[in-house]
């Protein structure tokens, strides 16, 4: 399966489950953010694909990361609610992957996600310092398995 049907099915996924009022930013985008609340940066990335006997169905093993971005008075807590809505979108779900270059018609497999994992990535000493940024990431791992 394509890396970019793949790729491309779970952003159409997101832009349509995703409630957070904040912009994605998506690999190649450029946005000024130095208006913004906060904002979201995604990336998909993927890995060889499981060893397995031939005659079986490619299982592909990929990460989604979403990185989140707070600024602003009193951040810790406006990050969370962001982090807390951000995480149902993709925790356990099962996504069709389609074909966007063609048609988008054709189902080609499915991708699971599995639990996400999060971690704060502020960094301390810029927020003693009066920095208003705070970043977490969110990562989900799972599978892309093709249909026959």
Avoid: C
């Avoid at 008075?73 to 996504?95: A, F």
């Amino acid at each position: 399966m394509k890396q970019l049907a793949i790729s491309s099915s779970l952003m159409s996924y997101w832009r349509d489950e995703v409630v957070v009022d904040l912009p994605t930013i998506y690999p190649g985008m450029r946005l000024d953010t130095s208006s913004l609340p906060g904002w979201l940066e995604w990336r998909t990335e993927f890995w060889k694909p499981y060893a397995q006997r031939s005659g079986q169905w490619e299982l592909q093993r990929l990460s989604v990361e979403v990185h989140v971005y707070a600024k602003g008075l009193d951040t810790g807590p406006v990050l969370q609610r962001l982090i807390d809505g951000v995480l149902p979108v993709l925790t356990r779900k099962t996504i069709e992957v389609h074909d966007y270059e063609q048609s988008g018609t054709p189902l080609l497999g499915y991708v699971r996600l599995d639990e996400p994992e999060v971690r704060e990535l502020s960094r301390e000493e810029l927020n003693r310092s009066g920095s208003t940024l705070r970043h977490a990431l969110i990562e989900w791992r799972g599978r892309a398995q093709e249909v026959t």
